[in-house]
């Protein structure tokens, strides 16, 4: 990935005629290009790791595989938040590891957190670099120095049950790689979040991702049957069998631990053949409030698409959903819905048949294909306006929650209004669109993108933004987040979020497994 912007530069695109219109009418942004730092004026902190360590970890993974310059040090001095790009812009001296380490087999990163523990080192684990909550930065806290622990050479397939449907792979296999190892044996894991290209099997077990099939083929953390986790403390192998009554899931205690108890280092998932058959349908809704009604009967009633979303007015307003026509008027009012189906063709059918049928009968206007195949197109896309957007004087950011199907309105509205109120207490309007994401029998996500103009400094802006919408969800009972995990943004609140007995107990397993801290820190847990 870029190391001041998201992904690959060969799909950067430049602002459309229709997004820039929409900036200046709706924002008051003119699109002039914001000044920033090239690569040869990016000045980092010096390393801090003296050279007898140096020493010492290139014994452990060998010396090419410990990255001392300046270059492999920024590529991994933090995530993809709209707040690590806007330090990329810095042209004071910027944060990052002291070192860069990539270990090839679980010995060398069992080895190498003995050695840190001992020496006083920080590790912090990077599989993708696509955290938006800050969960890489390379916070070095008491210790003295603090390295990232690359974990991109563990991208083996292990094993592959083709009776039982479950495949092991290593942590550093990325989402596009995992297609491409089950896809020779007829099988596909289905996972697809937007960071899909660049993020890792690792990474997606550490956040509890979930990705855009989720209605059909869960979360990521449903997939998990099993991980192996190598601590400063010892290597925890858990998930013996498809269920188990054998005391609490062990595996509930890593999965979202975001590299603060261990190194998840394999992974073994369901999997399921590569589908027969895909069929889309996209839809219009009168309103919001109909649309939602519509995605609750869909999933109490087991219909089962693979795929279902929901855009507010103000989201299908602009296009968002089908990122290849961003501001240009295609649908006119009401809210898109998006549906797609996969299996054997005779289940799509069936599936397609029933829920095309509820939706109608729940207000749902079919717009046929065409809008859900756009959408189906551009879905990894949409980060990549939000660099054209920063670049243009523009604030873009992305947060999302989740809650009861009852209390879906209320959070929306909460948060819409301390986002709106925030941002024009900094001197802008704001434009905050809204859709569904992911949905469960009892309740929904619900994922807000944000844009204003820059005011000031553009990272204060939004740190108070952001805080003014956790603040309404924790106001709300919704959840603090519902896939961009936990990390050093979310942290504040996670005392509310589970209660200080909770806190308590997070740190009495983190005491246990990393009794130094050198894992992570300042992440997840207050």
């Known amino acids: 990935m870029q190391w001041n912007a998201w992904g690959d530069p060969a799909l950067a695109k430049p602002l459309s005629p229709g997004v820039r219109t929409l900036l200046s009418q709706a924002l008051g942004i003119d699109a002039t290009d914001v000044d920033a730092p090239g690569l040869d004026q ?3 902190r010096p390393s801090a790791l003296p050279p007898t360590d140096r020493t010492g970890l290139g014994a452990i993974v060998g010396d090419e595989h410990v990255v001392v310059d300046d270059h492999g040090r920024l590529l991994r001095a933090g995530g993809k938040s709209t707040l690590d790009l806007l330090r990329r812009k810095d042209f004071g001296v910027q944060d990052a590891p002291d070192a860069v380490l990539l270990p090839g087999n679980e010995e060398e990163v069992a080895a190498v957190l003995a050695f840190c523990a001992e020496r006083s080192i920080a590790v912090v684990p990077f599989g993708g670099g696509t955290s938006v909550v800050g969960g890489l930065d390379p916070l070095r806290g008491d210790f003295k120095a603090v390295v990232t622990l690359d974990l991109r050479r563990l991208d083996a397939l292990h094993t592959l049950d083709d009776i039982s449907w479950e495949a092991e792979l290593g942590a550093g296999v ?3 790689q995992a297609e491409d190892l089950l896809g020779e ?6 996972h ?3 960071s899909f290209r660049f993020a890792t099997i690792g990474g997606f077990a550490a956040t509890r991702s979930s990705g855009q099939d989720s209605a059909g083929y869960g979360r990521f953390d449903d997939m998990v049957r099993g991980l192996r986790i190598v601590t400063p403390a010892g290597i925890v192998d858990v998930g013996r069998a498809p269920a188990s ?11 979202g631990s975001e590299g603060t108890l261990g190194v998840i280092t394999r ?47 103000a989201e299908t307003g602009v296009n968002l959903a089908t990122t290849e026509h961003i501001g240009e008027q295609q649908i006119t009012g009401g809210c898109l819905a998006i549906t797609a189906f996969e299996g054997t063709a005779a289940h799509v059918d069936s599936r397609h048949a029933e829920t095309r049928e509820l939706l109608a009968a729940k207000g749902g206007t079919s717009l046929g294909e065409g809008p859900a195949r756009d959408w189906e197109h551009g879905r990894f896309n949409a980060p990549y306006l ?7 004087g523009a604030l873009c950011e992305t947060l999302e929650t989740a809650t009861t199907w009852a209390n879906l309105s209320a959070v929306k509205t909460a948060v819409t209004e301390a986002l709106t109120g925030a941002l024009e207490e900094s001197g802008t309007p704001a434009l905050v669109l809204c859709h569904i ?9 619900l994922y807000f993108t944000v844009v204003a103009a820059q005011r000031g400094n553009p990272i204060d802006q939004w740190r108070a933004a952001k805080a003014a919408a956790s603040q309404a969800m924790m106001r709300t009972g919704a959840t603090i987040t519902h896939h961009h995990a936990v990390g050093t943004d979310h942290r504040p609140w996670m005392r509310d979020e589970i209660g200080d007995l909770g806190v308590d107990v997070l740190r009495a397993v983190k005491a246990t497994l990393d009794p130094t801290g050198i894992l992570n820190p300042g992440k997840l847990i207050p």
Request: aromatic letters at 8%; glycine letters at 10%; a neutral charge.
């Open 437 to 445: 994401s992911h949905v469960y029998p009892t309740g929904a996500s």
């Open 245 to 255: 009554g054998a005391g609490p899931d062990l595996r509930q205690l890593f999965l």
């Open 386 to 392: 939000r660099d054209a957007l920063l670049a243009a």
């Open 42 to 44: 990016v000045r980092l």
């Open 267 to 313: 992974v073994r998932v369901r999997i399921h053949p590569i589908p027969e058959a895909t069929r889309y349908e996209a839809w219009s809704f009168p309103d919001f409030a109909t649309g939602a009604d519509a995605l609750r009967a869909v999933v109490q009633t087991g219909t089962g698409p693979t795929v279902i979303r929901l855009s507010d007015e």
């Open 192 to 194: 697809f979040p937007q």
């Open 174 to 176: 990325t989402g596009p």
């Open 185 to 190: 044996h007829g099988f596909s894991l289905g």
